[in-house]
């Protein structure tokens, strides 16, 4: 196959030559010179396996041969002169009757199914012509089951083209899922009733061709596809920029739906990132902006009372801040890793760069800057998940890739093939789309994937090596393999456990025989060491192979973004209200609980004014009430911030790609944070406030002032685009009920809203074409209304949008000839006595704070623990479940002890982000110990 790829060769289809890829198979080759040919079991990602018989052709032997056979065009590979036939009547007649046959027991219920009007069945059942069911017969039937609160079943609908358990098991690494079969009849499912336990379950809905597996979540306030308005966004929940698209209705959120992105999250998205929006639906969201008054702890968590609160009317907000900001001593910014670049550039703007803190706590804003530097000044490019996926050996250096970054974690999961595919297709001559060929072939061979973390994780059951141990232990390992690797590298003295030198000597010769080796790790252990020695290594490769590649996951969505805006840190923040150099703190989209340990953030919250920006009535906000061990005021003045769907803005990842979110819809008096600074700034008439009235207008400053964003703007079109002299719409032609919607209050349907700051438009009047890729609001085309249209969005199908994937790369390695290396190596990890060294555990669900507020979401939230080695636990007479307290300082919590025995003895694990575990920031050390009483969860005295 090697020897197939770029080529082309010429082939036959209605008698007319066309130019296809030598590797393709006929179907790929058709839909992607735009051809319609109908077919279920083949998927892009996951390619053929010939199960459904629907993608038919005739293929003749020449141009004499009038016979031809049926022949089935995903498992035919483009040959230089084949001859091929869409339209043939015989292979016309074959595929009517296989939608025949499929449609036997199909139920007539389309026009209550929640696929209704997207399904790639009633698309392919058109494109076929089948009309008219001719059966009367008693159709087959199955029992349901409940599959968790992301995904409901009907089973009745299934056609069996296998794509389900496919892509769950073969493709996500699912366990818990799977096809039952007897005599004729075929069931996929569970062994029984119970919560898909994969992240990735909520894909079913996308790739199932029926209704089999619909969206739980959108069925409690289901809307037909083409009555939802959409706009392009990018996904808030990690730091992976996954490309979404979230549609509303009557001002609600209704769903999020993947948007493909080649170089990114291609075909799929993970439950966070689909099942998390429902924080914008909260009915405690701030709406209005009002002043806070009156003892903090009645205020209401729950949403705005009016009983302490003074809301601001339209004209009242800006003067009185101005009144604020203009009598004040000294001001100080706090920004936001989940806030928009242009938003916290404002704030820096606003509260001058030496009173611009970046929000980040103390020690990750250490590791920002040092993550930067490293992506940045070293030689070694940071590969985006598509380039992930194609890596042919991993080492994973204690970061918990599936819980913080689950989508990379799927692109790992690619990975562990590549290396026993390339043996496959090379000895074999099997073509790479020959799925089950493929994977037969290949049986349980995976390629080299080492994970070096401080407990277990769900990578560990395809991985060629496991090491489990402390932070600095797992370095010192990294530090060891980069020795290994090159001469150039700085010794890694021992002591070293015969099992930690057996591991790193197998790393270092997975590595060096990879052909596109990478390193994966990041800022989640808290531990520079852990970055220091993962760039190490990606360096030594690079030495001798310069497709060595370099992934560092930070934490939140704009983490990067925040940290190329520089900024002191949070630390600086609290003494500059300490020692009253600044009196006035405004606080933009950030919940400073999180990032100061109690006291810290007691001290900075006595400031005398502390205006919030936020959407969520967070601690900052409504401060800590009486019954905790400090009682700490929250915000004075609160504005109510716009959340992704309803603001626009720019995000970077931790690639490195800069990306745009467009607003969906507007409501209420909520406003992208950015727009209320420059208001603000406008207000106090300060100097080029002027010049800031666009997002545009923010980044082409931005873009000057920072040479690290330079090319942001190229992100996406600027708000002056037009196609034609007209804006993109962000509704379907098919929009309707715009004059219903509002009946209730005037029979007269109003102006659309304008929308100055983008070249998107709130109606369904506009260009009707395929625009520019980053203003794609939904994927469709004539007879295809199914997500499988993105076929006519790509250049080539499973390849790039055309015209380029969305996004423009900010980091790039630098040109140097050779790596400067890391010399501090930690020394061995040495437990203290009576504490713990106690580290963060990540849970893909609870651990990020915006999506653990949807309600689907939270009921996959688990309670929180402490985690403890077994023998730890031994040794202190702890069982399973036993309460505990642990002291960090001044705050403690009481948890049930978790024991685990891959927990490295002298540390313990403790959930990070779960409710209410604030007021300590980690890795910390911390004392355990066993209490008389308490709440599970709480902190305590």
Known sequence: MDKLEGKTVTVYIEGKPCQVKAEQNMLEACLSLGMDLPYFCWHPAMHSVGACRQCAVKQFKDENDKKGKIVMSCMTQAAEGMRISIKDPEAVKFRAGVIEWLMLNHPHDCPVCDEGGECHLQDMTVMTGHTYRRTRFKKRTHKNQYLGPFINHEMNRCIQCYRCVRFYNHYAGGRDFGVFGAHDNVYFGRHEDGVLESEFSGNLVEVCPTGVFTDRVFKKCYTRKWDLQTAPSICVHCSMGCNIIPGERYGNLRRIRNRYNGEVNGYFICDRGRYGFEFANSPGRIREPYLASGDVSSLAVEGPDGKNKKILAEGEVLPYLKTVIGGAKGIIGIGSPRASLEANYLLRKLAGPGNFCSGFSEAESGLMREMISILSGGPVRTPSLREAAMSDAVLVLGQDVPNTAPMLGLALRQAVRQKPMDRVLRELKIPHWNDYAVRDAMQEERGPLFMASVTGGRLDDIAAGVFHAAPDDIARIGFRVAQALSPNAPRAEGPFSAEALSFADRVAKGLKEAKRPLVVSGT??????????????????????????????????????LALLGGTGINDAVRAVEEKRADTVIILENDVFDRLDLPGAEALLRARQVIVLDFLPTHTVNGLPKNHMVSVAGAAVVLPSAPFAEGSGTLVSSEGRAQRFYKVFSAGRAEESWRWLRDLMVDLGMPGSEALFSPDEVLSAMEREFPAMRGIVEAAPASDFRIDGMK?????????????????????????????????????????????????????????????????????????????????????????????????????????????????????????????LSPGIGERVPSPYIALNTEDAKSKALSQGEEVRIDFGVVSFRLPVELDPLMPRGAAGFPFGLPGLHGVVLPAWGRISVPGAGAGGQAVE
């Open 524 to 561: 989640g252990m808290g531990s520079l060491a852990l970055l220091q020695a993962a760039a190490n290594i990606a360096w030594a490769l690079w030495e001798g192979n310069r497709n060595a590649a370099l992934s560092l996951v930070a934490q939140e969505c704009n983490s990067v973004g």
């Open 728 to 852: 993109v719409p962000r509704q379907p032609k098919r929009y309707s009920g715009r004059t219903a919607i509002r009946a209730a209050m005037d029979v007269h349907e109003p102006k659309p809203a304008e929308d100055a700051d983008s070249p998107l438009s709130f109606s369904m009047e506009g260009y009707d074409g395929q625009p520019p890729s980053p203003l794609i609001s939904r994927f469709w085309a004539p007879g295809w209304n199914s997500v499988q249209s993105v076929n006519k969005f790509q250049s080539e199908v499973g390849g790039p949008l055309r015209g380029g994937d969305p996004g423009r790369r900010l980091i790039e390695p630098s040109k140097v000839k050779q790596a400067s290396y890391f010399t501090d190596i930690p020394g061995p990890f040495a437990p203290r006595g009576n504490e713990f060294f106690v580290v963060p555990l990540y849970h893909v669900f609870g651990s990020e704070k915006l999506s653990a």
